[in-house]
């Protein structure tokens, strides 16, 4: 029904900044939230940043906050993530999500939501 794509990973250096697209296709006029999740090696996949898509509020993990940005474009279906002061710890792979049933109402839990993009990787290095 949602087809998410994803496009801006790779490889940075430490304190280094990379932008995050997640495109949005098919049935998403019923959008109400989309978000970014990650997940490094043997860890679970982790809330990272969350944006509603039509009052444009914002939630940030606490790891990420005042690094991270996530805004939307709503005209081209399309949530971003700017990440500034990249540091190790990033090192995952990131997932975009699009919260469309909109069940639950916690936006910071990966259950929440309905639709995965295929993930990309994302690697800091010192």
């Given at each position: 029904q949602?087809?998410?794509?994803?496009?801006?990973?790779?490889?940075?250096?430490?304190?280094?900044s990379?932008r995050l697209?997640?495109?949005?296709?098919g049935?998403?006029?019923?959008?109400?939230?989309m978000?970014w999740?990650?997940?490094?090696?043997g860890?679970e996949?982790?809330?990272?940043?969350?944006?509603t898509?039509?009052?444009?509020?914002?939630?940030?993990?606490d790891?990420?906050?005042?690094?991270?940005?996530?805004?939307?474009?709503n005209?081209?279906?399309t949530?971003?993530l700017?990440?500034?002061s990249?540091?190790l710890?990033?090192t995952?792979v990131?997932?975009c999500?699009a919260?469309?049933?909109?069940?639950?109402?916690?936006?910071?839990?990966?259950?929440e939501?309905?639709?995965?993009?295929?993930?990309?990787?994302?690697?800091v290095?010192?």
């Amino acid at each position: 029904q949602v087809q998410l794509v994803e496009s801006g990973g790779g490889l940075v250096q430490a304190g280094g900044s990379l932008r995050l697209s997640c495109a949005a296709s098919g049935r998403t006029f019923s959008t109400y939230a989309m978000a970014w999740f990650r997940q490094a090696p043997g860890k679970e996949r982790d809330f990272v940043a969350t944006i509603t898509w039509s009052g444009g509020r914002t939630y940030y993990a606490d790891s990420v906050k005042g690094r991270f940005t996530i805004s939307r474009d709503n005209a081209k279906n399309t949530v971003y993530l700017q990440m500034n002061s990249l540091k190790l710890e990033d090192t995952a792979v990131y997932y975009c999500a699009a919260d469309v049933t909109h069940t639950m109402t916690r936006l910071t839990s990966k259950y929440e939501y309905d639709y995965w993009g295929q993930g990309t990787q994302v690697t800091v290095s010192s």
